[in-house]
T-cell receptor, first 111, second 115 residues
Framework: RKEVEQDPGPFNVPEGATVAFNCTYSNSASQSFFWYRQDCRKEPKLLMSVYSSGNEDGRFTAQLNRASQYISLLIRDSKLSDSATYLCVVNGHTGRRALTFGSGTRLQVQP | GAVVSQHPSWVICKSGTSVKIECRSLDFQATTMFWYRQFPKQSLMLMATSNEGSKATYEQGVEKDKFLINHASLTLSTLTVTSAHPEDSSFYIC???????????FGQGTRLTVV
């Protein structure tokens, strides 16, 4: 089983749509959780950290359920510029500081 | 924020040759550098962890004699792909951890094509 699993995608949505990404992680000792965005042939960039209480940043809302080992990302009012691959990322289990990445879900927002 | 500069951004080489990729921390000291590899449509996979002044730690299945890592100073870590083969063609990217578990600073990545 992969350490971090995501929806396979790709998601093709019209501008203005709301889109949700889901992710599960296998190691209950994981300490930190993130969503990264990766554009084609570029380095991943931090979109937002994910906290147990849930957190929001503009059109983006992230949720964490530690009991279910489940992470989600909601994008509202999607823009063309949101088209990218969204990576679910965890950190901190077994003392390892390297990030563990999900395989990513590709989002294509269409006009 | 902290910056990690990675070079080259892309390289094409012939089978059997070696390629060196450099990652420099520009405004901070990176005692640790993580090296990842990403094949098309796949996740970033950790290859190895380099530590300044000591031997790198390799992930299972990564050949240490093929992927040579050197971390000779607090601002420079290098990955050398030796005797490159077409199956080594991939996107290689370095990352330095920030404070605690919450930050990671990525290089720009190197796209290697072996022909």
């Amino acid at each position: 089983r992969k350490e971090v699993e995501q929806d396979p995608g790709p998601f093709n949505v019209p501008e203005g749509a709301t889109v949700a990404f889901n992710c599960t992680y296998s190691n209950s000792a994981s300490q930190s959780f993130f969503w990264y965005r990766q554009d084609c042939r570029k380095e991943p960039k931090l979109l937002m950290s994910v906290y147990s209480s849930g957190n929001e940043d503009g059109r983006f809302t992230a949720q964490l359920n530690r009991a279910s080992q489940y992470i989600s990302l909601l994008i509202r009012d999607s823009k063309l510029s949101d088209s990218a691959t969204y990576l679910c990322v965890v950190n901190g289990h077994t003392g390892r500081r390297a990030l563990t990445f999900g395989s990513g879900t590709r989002l294509q927002v269409q006009p | 924020g902290a910056v990690v500069s990675q070079h080259p951004s892309w390289v094409i080489c012939k089978s059997g040759t070696s390629v060196k990729i450099e990652c420099r921390s520009l405004d901070f000291q990176a005692t640790t550098m993580f090296w990842y590899r990403q094949f098309p449509k796949q996740s970033l996979m950790l290859m190895a962890t380099s530590n300044e002044g000591s031997k790198a730690t390799y992930e299972q299945g990564v050949e240490k004699d093929k992927f040579l890592i050197n971390h000779a100073s607090l601002t420079l870590s290098t990955l050398t792909v030796t005797s490159a083969h077409p199956e080594d063609s991939s996107f290689y990217i370095c990352s330095a951890p920030g404070a605690g578990w919450t930050e990671a600073f990525f290089g720009q990545g190197t796209r290697l094509t072996v022909v």
